[in-house]
């Protein structure tokens, strides 16, 4: 399986924008770039995906750089029930978890 | 999206016992899997939930500890068998529904092994 490499954690402002960033150089020509997370005492959820294009939905933006080899998480305005561990992952027939970043919001 | 009910969500067992537990789906859905969260860490996958055939496990889980059905599209069980404290974790049911990009994942099953 393609690996993805992102930060162990991060923290950010309340209502302020948060980059989460994803490396995945092994990435192949047919991966599909996933983001999950993870709130506290819950599964996991969906929260975006991609192949080539930047994507926007109502939860965030993917932004994916031009050889695919990266990509971004952005919320554009975080809360504290943003506070999660947000997942990058490189989509097969089925899903692979990596350690993922652990976002903290101050307030 | 799909809704999953998982059953029951937290339990205690005494080590030797093998608990049962359910995934229901309000829809058919193209896939199930099952997945073990061990304290403090990221998701592990334990196998894929074939209906009608046997399961297929990842490296590292057997049939004989994890035993898997699924005998229709909407419902799965996992057990897992006589238990030891290093099984107590979350256990996941996740599913993917046609038309859905996303996986839909269950509320999880707290288990604790004394």
């Known amino acids: 399986d393609a690996k993805t490499t992102q930060p162990n954690s991060m923290e950010s402002n309340e209502e302020e924008p948060v980059h989460l960033p994803c490396n995945h150089s092994?990435?192949?020509?047919?991966?599909?770039i996933h983001w999950y997370r993870q709130l506290p005492s819950q599964g996991p959820e969906y929260v975006i995906h991609?192949?080539?294009s930047n994507v926007n939905n109502r939860m965030a933006s993917l932004a994916i750089a031009e050889d695919r080899k990266s990509s971004t998480l952005i919320l554009h305005r975080a809360t504290l029930r943003d506070a999660a561990v947000y997942y990058c992952?490189?989509?097969?027939?089925?899903?692979?978890f990596g350690k993922g970043t652990r976002l903290h919001i101050l307030p | 999206s799909a809704v999953i009910s998982q059953k029951p969500s937290r339990d205690i067992c005494q080590r030797g016992t093998s608990l049962t537990i359910q995934c229901q789906v309000d829809?058919?859905?193209?896939?199930m899997f099952w997945y073990r969260q061990q304290p403090g860490q990221s998701l592990t996958l334990i196998a894929t939930?074939?209906?009608?055939?046997?399961?297929?496990?990842e490296s590292g889980f057997v049939i004989d500890k994890f035993p898997i059905s699924r005998p229709n599209l909407t419902f799965s069980t996992l057990t897992v068998s006589n238990m030891s404290p290093e099984d107590s974790s979350i256990y996941l049911c996740?599913?993917?529904?046609?038309?859905?990009?996303?996986?839909?994942f269950g509320s999880g099953t707290r288990l604790t092994v004394v």
């Open positions: 996740s599913v993917i529904t046609p038309g859905q990009y996303g996986y839909t």
């Open positions: 939930a074939n209906q009608g055939s046997e399961a297929t496990y």
């Open positions: 829809s058919q859905v193209t896939m």
């Open positions: 991609g192949l080539t």
């Open positions: 992952i490189l989509r097969d027939d089925k899903i692979i």
């Open positions: 092994t990435i192949s020509g047919t991966d599909y």
